[in-house]
């Protein structure tokens, strides 16, 4: 069983974009753990569970988990097909294909923070890290995943 959408879009296993969105969202977790925490204070502070789900840092948690489910899934087909399409099988070449990725996505933001709104390098550092981990750190996630060997039982010809 495979996942495309139409003809033109590669095939790619399901299981492997659900692998490749649970690495996504551990790495986004980073980002969002402020979201969460401001949730479990505000549930802590008002003891009462009605109360918690209906107040904003519920809402806010709900749409941020929602809303990176579904961009990890989207970002783990995106990028398994685009290491299928060209035909890596190396990781050299995955570090390359997300490299290329984390360039066409964060360059711009990148440069722009550094050198327009001239914040302390050391949170550009820090964003630029987390985004190494979701660009490259998935395509090196995803190759080993989709290229991994069974290492055969010892004695079995």
Do not use: C
């Not at 549930?43 to 809402?59: C, G, I, R, W, Y």
């Not at 050299?92 to 990148?110: N, R």
């Not at 989709?146 to 079995?156: A, C, L, N």
């Amino acid at each position: 069983m495979s996942l495309a959408f139409q003809a033109g879009f590669p095939s790619v296993s399901p299981l492997t974009v659900v692998v490749g969105a649970g690495y996504a969202q551990l790495s986004s977790y980073i980002i969002q753990r402020p979201i969460f925490v401001a949730l479990n204070n505000k549930a802590k502070q008002t003891n009462d569970a009605k109360a918690t789900l209906e107040s904003d840092e519920s809402k806010t948690a709900a749409a941020s988990l929602a809303t990176s489910l579904v961009s990890s899934s989207v970002q783990s087909y995106a990028l398994t097909a685009l290491l299928q399409l060209a035909n890596v099988v190396s990781y050299k070449g995955a570090a390359v294909v997300g490299t290329l990725v984390l360039a066409t996505q964060s360059g711009p933001k990148i440069i722009n923070d550094i050198l327009v709104k001239k914040e302390p390098i050391d949170v550009v550092l820090s964003g630029v890290a987390v985004k190494v981990l979701d660009t490259v750190g998935l395509a090196l996630f995803l190759q080993w995943y989709t290229h991994r060997s069974v290492v055969p039982k010892i004695g079995s010809n």
